[in-house]
């Protein structure tokens, strides 16, 4: 024993100089990074103890954070602070707390546009288009629809007071008892009571399924709702318009549900291609003809899916060219509860290798419809588009349509919906004559540069008008003012003016 305690005491002296070594060779390699700091340091230990009021360093904190996010310049990185973390994770998840329903304001006044599926809201009895007068005895006029979901929404278990007046004038108190809500990305045409109608036209067996946004949850609710049209469809209209994406994995596989074979999407950092994804033959495949319905506003998870089925030559891409993101965000949570941090860690490609990503300088972007499936439809009739459904998805409505859902002319004149319309015509001829027969416009360059070149007038006309209200309310509250004090109103002092010495 005498000879071997020796032994390993050198041994040990020699692993801890081994390890002080390296330590030594760490500090001096990340020297540049710990002084990285100093000033962030120097300034906030300035301000903490000369600044004329007491700082908020948690405030600080995230005010630093978020700059470093903002030079990247990207605005898909983003900074969550700990304050936002439950409407960031309602967005991405699908789920919060609350009283479960679709809202809009409508005339400076809350309205209900549906209470959702099994929702605490319509237990109470809250119907569609009910006017929320208060909310804990304050009234909604004037307040924006986060502010009313703000007061709405709370801890589980929680009691909530309304004051509603119902569509017929009745008024009514309500106790609505919070609840965990699942919002539900998975949509039919119509509403048959609580349940959605998924068979556009029962004649030819056309379903119709619309996909709000990819959650978690996105592809098993569409595998239910496929699965509750029986016998199975003859074809299908999947729309992805107006869907701003959600999560890869929910991408992924729900073109898996409608792919035998073939890539999906890879994934390439700049390290290089990071991972692919290929189709798997799987029992529940759906095989029918697919027409995908796609719009500007259409991005990131929708594209993934459009593209993969477009570039596979699995489906017809209807509609107009879709926004073109085509980055991989990751979530990840900072330590010390200091919030969530969203960042741009790679793009995708379609399975043709193309990257769809809009840059500034970008002439092409995005997934176009295919040639003879162009249809473009301006701001002004997706807004009367959108309008037109309310009263067909709405829980408890009377609206049906009864028959006229099948009949394009009827899509396109009471609905606003030529794509749809569309869509229905190019399935009804391909499961009639076994083909794809043109049903719009080619997806040329020219034309889809007309499509960019008309909503861009169209939202500087938008923005002219509310510069013209806003004209109109300064005028009208300067008035007021000249005619309260007897004095014309004057903007007040720059700060140069008051910077004086």
């Not at 990305?185 to 556009?200: H, I, N, P």
């Not at 020219?446 to 938008?462: H, P």
Request: glycine share 8%.
């Amino acid at each position: 024993m005498s000879r071997t305690r020796p032994t390993l005491l050198l041994a040990a002296a020699l692993l801890c100089g081994a390890a002080l070594l390296q330590t030594a060779l760490a500090v001096k390699a990340n020297s540049g990074d710990y002084a990285w700091f100093d000033p962030l340091v120097e300034v906030r230990g300035l301000l903490r103890e000369n600044f004329v009021h007491p700082v908020d360093d948690a405030a600080m904190r995230d005010a630093a954070i978020g700059a470093m996010v903002e030079s990247l310049g990207d605005p898909y990185t983003v900074y969550v602070p700990p304050t936002a973390e439950d409407d960031f994770n309602k967005d991405l998840r699908g789920a919060y707390v609350g009283i479960g329903a679709e809202i809009d304001i409508v005339d400076g006044w809350l309205e209900i546009v549906t209470p959702l599926d099994d929702s605490p809201a319509l237990a109470a009895g809250v119907r569609a288009g009910d006017t929320v007068l208060t909310i804990e005895d304050e009234s909604t006029f004037g307040l924006t629809s986060p502010q009313c979901a703000e007061r709405l929404m709370g801890e589980p278990g929680t009691p909530v007071r309304v004051r509603v007046r119902h569509v017929d004038g009745a008024e009514e108190d309500l106790v609505i008892v919070r609840s965990p809500i699942r919002t539900r990305t998975v949509r039919g045409f119509r509403r048959e009571g609580q349940a959605w109608d998924f068979l556009l036209d029962p004649q030819t067996r056309i379903a119709y399924v619309r996909i709000t946004q990819f959650t978690e949850e996105t592809v098993a609710d569409l595998r239910q709702a496929l699965a509750s049209i029986q016998p199975p469809p003859a074809a299908l209209v999947l729309d992805l318009r107006f869907n701003g994406g959600g999560t890869l994995t929910g991408a992924i596989e729900m073109s898996d549900l409608f792919l035998s074979e073939g890539t999906i999407v890879s994934v390439n950092s700049r390290r290089g291609v990071e991972r692919s994804w290929a189709a798997d033959l799987d029992d529940d495949d759906l095989s029918v003809p697919i027409v995908v319905l796609v719009n500007g506003s259409s991005a990131s998870a929708s594209e993934i899916v459009s593209g993969a089925l477009q570039d596979n030559h699995r489906a017809k891409i209807l509609g107009q060219r879709t926004f073109g993101k085509g980055s991989v965000q990751e979530v990840r949570e900072l330590p010390d509860d200091a919030g969530i941090l969203k960042l741009t860690t790679a793009h995708y490609a379609l399975p043709s290798g193309r990257n769809l990503h809009r840059h500034e300088d970008s002439d092409s972007w995005g997934v176009d419809p295919d040639p003879g499936f162009h249809v473009a439809m301006s701001d002004d009739a997706n807004r009367e588009m959108v309008m037109a459904r309310r009263e067909y998805e709405a829980i408890g409505s009377t609206a049906n349509g009864e028959d006229h859902w099948s009949d394009p002319d009827w899509l396109r004149e009471e609905l606003h919906d030529a794509q749809l319309a569309a869509a229905v015509e190019a399935l009804r001829i391909r499961l009639g004559e076994g083909d794809w027969k043109s049903v719009g416009d080619e997806s040329s360059p020219q034309v889809v540069a007309a499509d960019e070149l008309r909503n861009q007038r169209e939202f500087r006309r938008r923005l002219l008008r509310e510069l013209d209200n806003v004209d109109a309310r300064i005028a009208r509250l300067e008035g007021r003012t000249s005619e309260s004090t007897g004095v014309e109103s004057t903007p007040p002092p720059s700060p140069t003016d008051t910077d004086a010495p």
